[in-house]
């Protein structure tokens, strides 16, 4: 691996080598007209600095094709974000979409002069061009949103704003960033080349016309020059601040108090005659069960024998093909339910604590970490999941569950990933906040319900 010095230096060397051949080039043509080296180039900008008029048309330019880049990455994002959640929108734009990718920029120039007229034409032209790819970034980029993460929000009530900070926009930022990258670089040229069409007075557009009348080669340069450095500012600044939003930690505002250890009484939980088959495969046959509060209800049976496929339709991700599942006492369907996934499901940019607020936003990230500590090393916490070790990110996982105010808890295989000393710990943790509460678990060690003190139920093949 080449250290970072010896890298840039590699570039540094890079550069002259092509400016001494442009240079040479200019040399052996010897015509001011046809190419200048860079040292006239340079030059002819020193010029251009010292003019007000440059700093006037610099201001326009930039303002105009920036407003048109801006207008169009709000409002692609806006509109893919609807056409996303409304497919039928996607159906009706997709000839405009069609059409505005595949119209040449001359025939936008031409169009856009005839109907905005020439002050307004870069702003037009850098929001036509760079439209269609923000729209259809925004679909792609939602339509990669983990699934799994999805169903997790289902199942914790994760709506609105949490929902969209933290599942679609990291899912998004990617397919942003490179469409940004493409798009800030077209809104420049088209935007650029619409003023030089249109030659609107005070803008880069039309001094680079003027030097193309007047045949001042070095003035086309400069301005090509200046054209190149001002886009590269804007984008590097522009990805820059985009970056950042991957960033931060959860921002959540509750004035729900957390609930207390009463609200978590539960009924037991009856389920009749439970089918559920995928295709010719029968996973869940007349299951019939009465799964009752006060000891944790531990389903032991072999892997695939449909204890994932029970547990989702208790979390309501998957409907039976036939029976009921329903209170004891109240004959109403369960309602809030808690779940630890086979797979932890965690939102891997974000700490601990903020996984837990998601979740749970009526916890301020003091009482979320006190009770992290419990079950995690402290100097964890606030670092992102994603650098964490296995067995940390499913006690995460657990906490979630257990700190999520439901009178069901359902736990699928939750000692993955522990060695016997840390599950241990975990177990006491578990029972202590499942007091009240009905706890229904898969496992496939006796061992774990022997010492949870649970009741074992086998579940028979099919």
Known sequence: ???????????????????????????????????????????????????????????????????????????????????????????????????????????????????????????????LVVFPILY??????????????????????ITGWRKIRCLYWPALLPYLTSACRTALGMSWKSGVAAEVIGVPDNTIGEGLYMSKIYLDTPGLFAWTLVIILVS??????????LSQTRKGGLLVWSSILPPSPESFSSPGLVIQNLNKSYGQLKVLKNLSLTLLPGKPQCIMAPSGYGKTTLFRILLGLESADSGEVFFQETKKSPVPVAA???EDRLCQNFSPIDNIRLA???????????????????????????????????????????????????????????????????????????????????????????????????????
């Not at 691996?1 to 240079?23: E, G, T, Y």
């Not at 670092?383 to 439901?406: D, E, Y």
């Not at 359902?410 to 000393?421: H, S, V, Y």
Request: glycine letters at 6%; hydrophobic letters at 55%.
């Open 340 to 342: 630890v996934f086979q």
């Open 136 to 157: 259809v970034n925004t679909i792609a980029g939602l339509s990669s949103t983990d699934q799994k993460l999805l169903e997790m929000a289902q199942v914790f009530s």
């Open 1 to 127: 691996m080449k250290h970072p010095s010896a890298k840039r230096l590699r570039s540094v060397m890079i550069i002259l080598f092509w400016l001494v051949l442009w240079q040479a080039a200019a040399w052996m043509i010897h015509n001011n007209i046809l190419l200048v080296g860079p040292a006239e180039v340079l030059l002819a900008l020193a010029s251009l600095f010292w003019e007000g008029s440059f700093w006037l048309s610099l201001a326009a330019s930039f303002t105009k094709i920036s407003l048109g880049f801006l207008g169009a990455f709000f409002l692609g994002i806006l509109v893919g974000a609807a056409a996303f959640v409304f497919p039928f929108l996607q159906d009706v734009l997709q000839p405009v979409i069609a059409f505005l990718k595949s119209v040449p920029v001359a025939s936008f120039v031409i169009l856009a002069l005839i109907w905005a007229g020439s002050e307004n034409l870069s702003v037009l032209i850098a929001f």
């Open 360 to 462: 749970v936003p009526s916890l301020s990230r003091a009482q979320a970490a006190r009770e992290l500590q419990r079950i995690l090393p402290a100097e964890c916490l606030n670092r992102p999941v994603s650098t964490l070790s296995g067995g940390m990110k499913r006690r995460t996982a657990i906490a979630r569950a257990l700190l999520t105010p439901s009178p069901i808890l359902i736990m699928d295989e939750p000692f993955t990933g522990l060695d016997e000393e840390t599950k241990d710990q975990v177990i006491l943790y578990i029972l202590e906040k499942s007091q009240k509460r009905l706890l229904i678990l898969s496992t496939h060690e006796e061992e774990d319900a022997q010492k949870l003190g649970g009741q074992i139920l086998h579940l028979e093949q099919n």
């Open 232 to 241: 590269g500012l804007f984008e590097h600044l522009f990805l820059f601040l």
